[in-house]
């Protein structure tokens, strides 16, 4: 049998196999084996036969550069106030702010004087009280002026005056407080009828 496939493939090879002996019972037959079974494999030549690490030397050397990411977020660090996209909106208004002063304005700047006195600690309620009838005395003088000229509405005028006197009473009440619950209490009232007549004159 083995000679008849030796004839029919002359590429095998007729390998001889001994029996194993009693004392020998790992080894096992050998077996016909063809001749392509047994070729060395073939492996992928190495790296430096190929001349890899040559072609990696000859390489230019190129300088590092900075990184793009690192200059853009610098660049955003400067202070820039971007445009908003409305007009109306923000710091660009297109609405004109008018800065001229209201006519009372010298009337509304003594009241105002007065009660910033009203919250400091002040020597007597009938110091406080002579203040508040001067400032009224002088308020008047002002808004007669402006009537007289034509330039305030009388109603106005007749408003301012009923507030003032409506304070200065308030104020005499401060005066005659013996309580410091009820000193309180009216000097707050007086303090609330004196922004009232700073509205007035700035309505003038």
Request: hydrophobic fraction near 35%; include cysteine; aromatic fraction near 6%.
């Amino acid at each position: 049998m083995y000679i008849e496939n030796l004839r029919e493939d002359p590429s095998c090879i007729l390998m001889l196999c001994y029996r194993p002996s009693k004392k020998d019972k790992t080894q096992s037959d050998i077996s016909v084996l063809s001749s392509s079974s047994h070729q060395t494999p073939k492996f992928p030549k190495p790296l430096s036969e190929l001349g890899y690490y040559q072609q990696r030397r000859n390489l230019p050397i190129e300088k590092r550069r900075k990184s793009e990411i690192i200059r853009d977020r610098k660049a955003r660090t400067k202070l820039e106030k971007p445009e908003p996209p409305n007009f109306e909106v923000g710091w660009k208004r297109s609405k004109v702010i008018e800065l001229e002063k209201p006519k009372g304005y010298v009337i509304a700047d003594f009241l105002e004087k007065l009660e910033e006195l009203m919250g400091r600690e002040f020597g007597s309620t009938e110091l406080l009280a002579k203040t508040g009838e001067i400032v009224a005395e002088r308020a008047r003088e002002e808004a007669e002026v402006l009537r007289d000229e034509g330039e305030v509405d009388e109603r106005l005028v007749t408003e301012l005056f009923r507030v003032l006197r409506l304070m200065e009473m308030d104020l005499a009440m401060v005066k005659a407080a013996v309580k410091e619950e009820t000193l309180s209490e009216r000097l707050e009232q007086a303090k609330a009828r004196c922004r009232q007549a700073i509205l007035v004159a700035n309505s003038f």
